[in-house]
């Protein structure tokens, strides 16, 4: 049995250390590539919704929106009402609160099916947080109803968790009764209905607190205390007493230092900040009661100081605004002129930049919107925790199902998601290179064989409309530019043809040994008379007759291209030259014009192996084959150019 579990902790111990330098979104999604296993799917798909959640919202949407089409496919009920529901709350914090709400009822529905009282706990809890979020812009009697609405569907909830005994939803809902009841407080039409529902606020968070404590949860512990401090600190304010007592000082005073401590043990920075500022200020409203008022006074500065350093930290400029407004206030009450000075100004420059000159009691109200936004945040966090522990629990007992099997073949695994890492890099950049190649095979079709067809429409044209008033000579000379013409239409057609089958992969090397200056001296021949239409003059000479052991064809289509290009670009009446040199173990093929040059930018582009820089059209597809055929040869293309001087191109074969 010892063995037993010294091999399960070593099989966990090699998987936690594989997990951490591997990234987790990286194993789930190839999990959901290529696991047979549907629900395992589904529940990666709902594990990166969880990593996605706080940090892309649409990328959440779209792995729950996964999670759910195959959870309906495979008809599992259960995780298709997890999917519903935590797209429920996706929308939710888009503020898409009709989305939200029908997705709520929906896995609604589909939990009282199945009788998943966690899940109809969940569901009823956020439904009621829906109708507390609509009350921020709607009139008084439109909260009231949404307030009262809010209290049923969480109560609801409640019920579910009690019945199974989830500490951890019946926390939150009480949490969220306090929420609910402190801002029903706020609408009360008199002081006693108030204080009837601040004291029922007050009651939930306590029974919040007894819940959190049973599970540890330190944070929830101190959101509560911080949620009483501040309901206490709004009933002083509604009396309109212009003295804080010492009763309520002590109630404010005692939540917020327990609410600091839990926030430090849970090293929740911004809770930290918030207890801290609500401490400054606490202790100069109560030093306005007190003769001996410099003890509470210097409290509240190293509250505030401490607050202002965490405010900094988190870059909060409300935060830093209520910090110095407390050190200014702290220190005028001391008579300490320069301090309260010098803190007034900060205040003033932070006020500034937040409100941009604006009233200075706009900053209560960003201050609100930014701590409700927080405490949603906080509320749906918590909520949503709920939901997820059953799911987790799946998938933590289909781990442990396997655990032998994974450590066994643990190595194996990450070698293979190595190579299909590389194969799907590889299969990408050969989609890639397929696809420019493929967008721009009709702008090369254009430019191409827009040349030669126009002008054998031309001379067809003419021949038509001037036959009977041509001489032979001129007839001769229509006949020859036509077959020039011809010429250049077959060679962008073995062009076409040649950059098809290289696209295809099926360029084959027949290697056998020739003379090269046989080949060049028969393509000679066929351009020769291209040639001469510019009054350009081919020279040639290769005395050695050098001889190679490679596939005489594709050598001839290398040249046929870089030959015709050469002539193309050379201006009238100039040298094309050609050149074969033996250079140790390699032949070098020399092409030399006298034309327009090549920009040196473009030359580079045009050397690149990455076709998507080559500017096609100026050179046409038969650069784009010949690059090709040459690296089908394991040759090299090398070339130098001046504007309006020429170009000369080298092709490296190696025997």
């Not at 919202?57 to 496919?73: K, P």
């Not at 008022?293 to 405010?311: D, G, R």
């Amino acid at each position: 049995m010892k063995q037993l579990f010294f091999f399960i902790f070593l099989s966990l111990s090699a998987m936690y250390s594989i997990c951490q330098s591997t990234k987790r979104v990286d194993s789930l999604t190839q999990i959901t590539k290529y696991s047979k296993n549907d629900t395992i799917v589904v529940n990666s798909y709902l594990k990166l919704y969880e990593e996605f959640e706080y940090i892309d919202i649409d990328s959440a949407i779209f792995y729950c929106i996964n999670a759910l089409d195959l959870s309906r496919s495979i008809k599992n009920k259960k995780l298709e009402g997890y999917s519903l529901y935590y797209l429920g709350g996706l929308y939710d914090t888009k503020g898409d609160y009709e989305n939200a709400y029908n997705l709520y009822l929906e896995a609604l529905n589909l939990f009282e099916k199945i009788n998943n009282k966690q899940g109809l706990g969940g569901c009823y809890n956020c439904i009621g947080i829906l109708h507390w979020e609509q009350c921020e812009q709607a009139s008084k009697e439109v909260q009231n109803k949404k307030l009262s609405k809010a209290l049923e569907y969480i109560k609801k909830g409640l019920k579910y968790y009690t019945d199974i005994d989830y500490k951890m939803g019946m926390g939150v809902c009480y949490m969220n009764n306090g929420i609910v009841y402190n801002d029903y407080g706020k609408l009360a039409e008199n002081n006693e209905l108030r204080n009837e529902r601040y004291n029922k606020a007050i009651e939930n968070y306590k029974k919040a607190i007894a819940n959190f404590e049973i599970i540890s949860d330190g944070r929830s512990i101190a959101d509560c205390n911080l949620n009483i401090a501040l309901l206490y600190y709004d009933i002083y304010l509604n009396k309109n007493d212009s003295i804080l007592t010492t009763k309520y000082y002590n109630r404010i005073n005692k939540y917020l230092i327990s609410a600091n401590n839990q926030y430090k043990s849970s090293n929740d920075v911004y809770g930290k900040a918030m207890t801290l500022k609500n401490l400054a200020t606490v202790n100069i409203d109560y030093s306005r009661s007190q003769v001996n008022k410099k003890p509470f006074l210097l409290v509240s500065i190293n509250y505030a100081k401490e607050s202002l350093e965490y405010a900094n930290e988190l870059n909060a400029l409300f935060l830093k605004y209520d910090a110095y407004y407390s050190l200014y206030k702290a220190f005028k009450y001391l008579n300490n002129t320069e301090n309260a000075l010098k803190y007034h100004e900060l205040y003033l420059a932070v006020r500034d930049s937040v409100l941009d000159a604006k009233k200075e009691e706009t900053i209560q109200e960003i201050e609100t919107k930014y701590e409700t936004e927080k405490k949603n945040g906080q509320i749906k966090e918590l909520t949503i925790k709920n939901i997820k522990s059953e799911s987790t629990k799946a998938i933590y007992l289909i781990v442990a199902g396997f655990l032998f099997l994974v450590s066994v073949i643990m190595v194996f695994f990450f070698r293979q998601k190595q190579k299909i890492n590389t194969l799907l890099n590889s299969k990408n950049e050969e989609l890639e290179r397929l696809n420019n190649t493929q967008s721009k095979l009709m702008s090369i079709i254009s430019h191409d064989f827009k040349a030669p067809m126009s002008a054998f429409f031309s001379i067809t044209s003419t021949l038509i409309s001037k036959i009977d008033a041509l001489k032979k000579a001129d007839i001769e000379k229509y006949l020859k530019r036509m077959q020039n013409s011809s010429l250049g239409l077959k060679i962008q057609l073995e062009n076409m043809l040649n950059w098809s089958i290289s696209q295809s992969s099926e360029i084959r090397v027949n290697k056998a040994k020739f003379i090269l200056s046989n080949t060049i001296s028969r393509l000679i021949l066929v351009l020769e008379e291209f040639a001469n239409e510019k009054g350009i003059s081919i020279q040639f000479s290769d005395n050695d007759e050098i001889s190679i052991n490679s596939d005489e064809r594709l050598i001839s289509i290398i040249l046929n291209n870089l030959i015709t290009n050469a002539i193309k670009y050379s201006g009238d009446n100039s040298t094309v030259k050609i050149e074969v040199k033996r250079k140790e173990n390699r032949i070098i093929l020399i092409v030399e014009d006298h034309g327009i040059g090549i920009k040196e930018v473009d030359l580079r582009n045009m050397l690149s192996d990455d076709n998507s820089h080559h500017k096609i059209n100026d050179t046409g597809l038969g650069m784009v084959v010949t690059k090709e055929i040459i690296k089908k040869l394991n040759g090299k293309l090398l070339a130098e150019s001046k504007l309006n001087v020429g170009t000369t191109f080298y092709v490296e074969l190696y025997e």
